[in-house]
């Protein structure tokens, strides 16, 4: 008896209740593989890539060696490798994403034994967060509540046997990142618990870099988040609970695509359909090249480009700015984040970029416009942040460096490629014109 093991947003041993089946199913004796298929890895840019490559590095050493890493069609890949082995049952984790989906009816079909779904990527699967009628939540704070009172499992063990099954397989693909791997996770999380106490009063100051960066492991399921929650629950601080209501918003996105799978690129509410954008034209390279003369939106796009993250309250002040002082449509950001972002995760990403955009489910109101240059001042009170990501800043003391026009200038830095306040009002003219 040998069972399949199909990794993919799961790369982990600890707390993985599909592995678990399938060492059940296989009487310890389990083929694990990775399927490296071309129609993710060409939307990947090169920041996922690396991390998925140095995953998968370490993943393999966990199981000595024998993780099978083959390229192509997934179900013609996984039903070859269950007919080598003779394999009783194929296992996975349940992926909730569109693209996702459809690929795992298409392999379930090509299957001559059963793919068997235990879990997802989340503490509970998209769908099953219900209101008293039965129906899934379209706000956040209600779905919150009810989402805690659900409630989810405990974390499980590695399983302590396991005899991993030969098979051939292509070389693992190269890449590099710190701390890629369930046991780089691990101890990132580990580090960060001990000051997540002061979560709820830092999370907003890119300048202090005081997030934990747990959406890299996350979207690779280095780390589940239901062993994250069990840690939380042993603290009991603000800070905690205030980080597992982000948890909370990662898992009401992926509620939101899987039910409405759509959104990852059209806005949930209609009338958003005839919002008039502008075609991205040589503002938005400049937007993307971190050169729009507006400090904080552009250290925050250099951070994108330079390192392949950047700070939420950042995030939330780029794409507000392509939005709404731009006039781009949110999904030209969108996919630009997706190629250039570590974490890029289709769920988190869409619905994100529709709350800001003001077309999402329990969206921003439209009419309320970041002002990028308070933005700074309030979440970069000392400049510290912009001047770490625009060296032509860097002779500005403090707060100057979010307003250089008023200080005599910065050489090399560029002006102001729009006027904020017309670009408001445009904004506003064609808001009221869809409503
Ligand atoms: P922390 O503040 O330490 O948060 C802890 C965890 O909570 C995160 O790792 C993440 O899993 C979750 N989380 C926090 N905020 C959010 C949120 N608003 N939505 C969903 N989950 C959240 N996150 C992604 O993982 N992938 C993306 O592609 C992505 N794109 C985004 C695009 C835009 C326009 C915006 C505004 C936000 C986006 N986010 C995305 C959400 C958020 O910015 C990141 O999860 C967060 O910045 C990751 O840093 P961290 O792990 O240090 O966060």
Known sequence: NTAVMWFRRDLRLTDNPALLDAVAAGDGQVLGVFVLDPVLWERSGDPRREHLAASLRSLSQSMGGRLVVRKGDPAKIISAVAKEVDAASVHVASDYAPYGQQRDQEVEASLKCPLVRTGSP???????????????????TPYYKAWMEHGWRQPVEAPSKITWVRADGEKLPDGDADGAGEEGARERWADYLESVGEYDDQRDRPDLDST??????????????????????????????????????????????????????????????????????????????????????????????????MHNRVRMVVASFLVKDLH???????????????????????????????????????????????????????????????????????????????????????????????????SLRRYDAIR
Request: charge should be neutral.
């Open 122 to 140: 989340y503490a509970i699967a998209p769908g099953r967060v219900l209101n008293q009628q039965g129906r899934s939540y379209m706000v956040f």
């Open 212 to 309: 934990s960066r747990m959406s890299i492991p996350l979207k690779w399921g280095e780390l589940h988040p239901r062993t994250m929650l069990a840690d939380l629950a042993h603290k009991r601080s603000d800070g905690a609970q205030a980080y597992a209501r982000e948890l909370a918003w990662r898992e009401f996105c992926a509620d939101l695509l899987a039910r409405n799978p759509e959104a990852a690129w059209k806005p949930l509410r209609p009338e958003f359909e005839k919002m008039q954008y502008d075609e991205p034209d040589e503002l938005f390279d400049a937007w993307r090249e971190g050169r729009t003369g507006f400090p904080f939106v552009d250290a925050g796009m250099r951070q994108l480009a330079g390192s392949g993250f």
């Open 328 to 426: 781009v449509h949110w999904k030209y950001g969108a996919r630009w984040f997706m190629q250039s972002l570590r974490d890029g995760d289709l769920a988190s990403n869409s619905l994100n970029w529709q709350w800001v955009a003001g077309c999402g489910a329990d969206a921003a109101p439209y009419f309320r416009i970041f002002n990028p240059i308070t933005q700074g001042l309030k979440f970069d009170p000392h400049g510290d942040y912009v001047r770490r990501w625009i060296p032509e800043l860097r002779d500005l003391a403090g707060k100057a460096a979010h307003e250089p026009w008023k200080h005599g200038g910065a050489e090399g830095y560029p002006d102001q490629i729009v006027d904020h306040g017309e670009a408001r009002r445009e």
